[in-house]
């Protein structure tokens, strides 16, 4: 009775601190310890997986390229050589990509004339051809959709029609980026690697972005594209006048979209997908000129965009002809 | 003694608040500092100043009809209009290429009621006539086009109808636009129905296969 009275260990297991001890190293308490610490370590080892399998096609310097917007005259040059020079390695074509800035007193608006589309798709192929797109996916940011006359909901659309057009009982309608106001792509990017510019351009900074397609499910008007393989384009197929921010080839894993051709139409030159159009049914413009064509169509049209109701207040209006 | 302890313990809570704001918005004014102010391209886009042109394609001044011969290098003969309208009377109640008895017979016409010599002029062949008996080269067809289709007209001119190349922005280069008959059979009006191209390989908001359509 004279032994004296152990001080339990704390976590009421019962056992007795100081006897705990003496057990040595293969106690219950260590094991946990381990296989904790084991579990751990192979945790961290999954984490950084990415970085042991490291592929070739991801240069150190790409790697540790910033955000575009926090890039100086300087870095930006630098990133830009070296994206040539990987086209050229990868393409074995010559391109000059440029990266041109928004103008103070230019905001884009397109309209579309619903009247006179005749669905014949060559917006699509034209978009295709000029922001090099994947060859073997057909991919294009426009989608013309075949629709029933009395509806106007784009989620009964057809893209797959395949006679020849229009069809009496249809009217056709091209849906690419609206470019809006209150994209709701922009709010859901968890790394900012999309965002509106001040001529209203919704753009992605396709070596920032993560690929994780939020901005795809968040689009109501199925704009975004997503590159699932790397883009495979012949060498004399690509247009080799190209800018950061809109139609650079772009790598494998990142979203994509329409940017009204901002290569183009921010040196003043019209997009490639009105340029194509054979009936006229495209108006682009400076919203910001009174003067402008696309101002005429909205003083003196019936216009309305799609999907009101979402307030997501589109830059890209269509309209029907009395 | 008590009452004073309280002040102070309101004042040095209120001063641990005003730092904390503080800090709070120098972190954030400093992290904001990270994604610089987007510079612009060039200076402000104004409207006005030099304005390039817009060139509208225009059907050749001197029309000619191809006579289905072929010359020795294989090109087609094509023949002028007074070659045999000089010499022949017109019939200004023609209203169809079928009451022809020679030449311009295979021709479809699908232009509402209109006779030939509702746009050409019977007078001069190489030209063609308005409703007030104007006459009117052919380079100039869209003014006879816009004496029927108003509306048309007004969009072509406020840029909502007709295929364009170019510059949106004058300022900066000129525009290209088609004219009514470069779309326009102007006997046979009616934009033809066409093949579309480029079917969409993806699935994505489409029914399934374009191929099996």
Known sequence: ?322 | MQKITKTGRIVVTIGLLIMAILLASVTISYMEGGIKEQEEGLETWEPGGEQHPVIVNRPGLMPMVDSGKKDHNGNAVLIRCNNCHDVKKPNTLTADATQLDDFHQNMTFKHHSLKCASCHNPEDYESLRLADGTSVAFSNVMQLCAQCHGPQYRDYKNGSHGGMTGYWDLTRGPRKRNNCVDCHDPHAPAYPKLMPVFPPKTRAGTKGDASTH
């Open chain 1, 1 to 322: 009775m004279s032994e004296e009275k152990k001080e339990p260990c704390g976590s009421n297991c019962g056992c007795h601190g100081s006897n705990a001890g003496k057990e040595g190293m293969f106690n219950r308490r260590n094991l946990l310890k381990g296989a904790g610490a084991t579990l751990g370590v192979a945790a961290f080892a999954k984490a950084m997986a990415p970085l042991t399998e490291w592929k070739e096609t991801t240069s150190v310097d790409e790697f540790l390229q910033t955000h575009y917007r926090e890039l100086d005259k300087e870095q930006l040059a630098e990133v830009i050589a070296r994206l040539e020079k990987e086209t050229r390695e990868n393409y074995d074509a010559e391109v000059s990509i440029s990266d041109i800035k928004p103008q103070k007193g230019v905001k884009f608006g397109y309209a579309l004339n619903l009247s006179i589309c005749v669905g014949c798709r060559r917006c699509a192929k034209a978009c295709h051809e000029e922001n090099n797109h994947d060859r073997a996916s057909g991919n294009s940011y426009i989608r013309v959709l075949e629709m029933s006359k009395g509806s106007m909901d784009m989620e009964h659309g057809n893209a797959d029609y395949n006679h020849p057009v229009p069809r009496d009982d249809k009217f056709y309608m091209p849906v690419q980026c609206q470019q809006c106001e209150n994209p709701p792509c922009v709010d859901v990017c968890p790394v900012e690697a999309t965002w509106k510019e001040n001529d209203g351009i919704v753009v992605v900074d396709y070596n920032w972005c993560i690929g994780c397609r939020y901005c795809e499910a968040a689009c109501p008007y199925h704009a975004r594209r997503f590159n699932w393989t790397k883009p495979e384009i012949p060498k004399e197929e690509i247009n080799p006048e190209q800018g950061y921010l809109s139609n650079r080839i772009r790598p494998q894993g990142v979203m994509e979209k329409c940017t009204f051709c901002l290569h183009r139409t921010r040196k003043g030159k019209l997009p490639a997908c009105l340029e194509a159009c054979p009936t006229g049914a495209r108006v682009f413009g400076n919203l910001l000129d009174p003067k402008s064509e696309i101002r005429t169509v909205l003083a003196n049209k019936r216009v309305f965009v799609l999907k009101e109701e979402l307030g997501t207040k589109p830059n890209f209006f269509y309209f029907f002809d009395e």
